[in-house]
């Protein structure tokens, strides 16, 4: 299953692999205008720890860590 979001002009790609009956892991992948120097995972997919989780749950913490990733590249929001 896979969802996209658009978070400060960047792209979150969310995908879920089914583990077991309602339950997931979950990768993102950050799409973007713009690669920084020095920014290697951009473009890559990241798995988030502590799974498996419900599927609403896996959306949420691989937005929320989508979302502080870009953060980090662009910087606090003005």
Same mark, same amino acid.
């Given at each position: ?6 978070? !400060?002009?960047? #792209?979150?790609?969310?995908? $879920? ?13 950050? #799409? *973007?205008?713009?690669?920084?120097? *020095? ?5 890559? !997919?990241?798995?988030?720890? *502590? ?11 691989? #937005?929320?860590? *989508? ?6 590249? $662009?910087?606090?929001? #003005?």
């Amino acid at each position: 299953m896979q969802r996209t979001v658009e978070y !400060r002009g960047f #792209e979150i790609h969310v995908d $879920l692999l089914s583990t077991s009956k309602d339950m997931f892991d979950v990768w993102f992948r950050i #799409e *973007g205008p713009v690669k920084p120097p *020095g920014v290697a995972a951009l473009g890559e !997919r990241i798995k988030i720890r *502590g799974g498996p989780f419900s599927r609403r749950w896996a959306y949420f913490v691989a #937005e929320i860590a *989508g979302q502080a990733a870009i953060d980090v590249i $662009l910087g606090p929001a #003005e």
